[in-house]
Nanobody
């Protein structure tokens, strides 16, 4: 069955960095564009970044220039390097397919203190 396991979240001060990882299994990972999403309390889940393959990436305006998405098809993993974190980046972060997302994993909590 499909599993998406996010990790790497934590508590960080504003201006700090975190690297999130997502381990995927149960589907042919390399065939699909993957995305990182987040959901803050009281808000809808939003797409932050997606990667099709290699250097084909796209970012939401709120994270462009600060976050970098990458993938390792050999390890079925997708990463999100987050720099210059802001308090408004506080949320639960998830990975999933870009198109027709699978059931969501548990996510990883990112908390940015001011």
């Amino acid at each position: 069955q499909v599993q998406l396991v996010e990790s790497g979240g934590g508590l960080v001060q504003a201006g700090g960095s975190l690297r999130l990882s997502c381990a995927a299994s149960g589907f042919i990972f390399s065939n699909y564009a993957m995305g990182w999403y987040r959901q803050a309390p009281g808000k809808q889940r939003e797409l932050l970044a997606h990667i099709i393959s290699g250097d084909s990436t796209n970012y939401a305006g709120s994270v462009k220039g600060r976050f970098t998405i990458s993938r390792d098809n050999a390890k079925n993993t997708v990463h999100l390097q987050m720099n210059s974190l802001k308090p408004e980046d506080t949320a639960v972060y998830y990975c999933n397919r870009l198109i027709s997302p699978y059931p969501w994993g548990q996510g990883t909590q990112v908390t940015v203190s001011s």
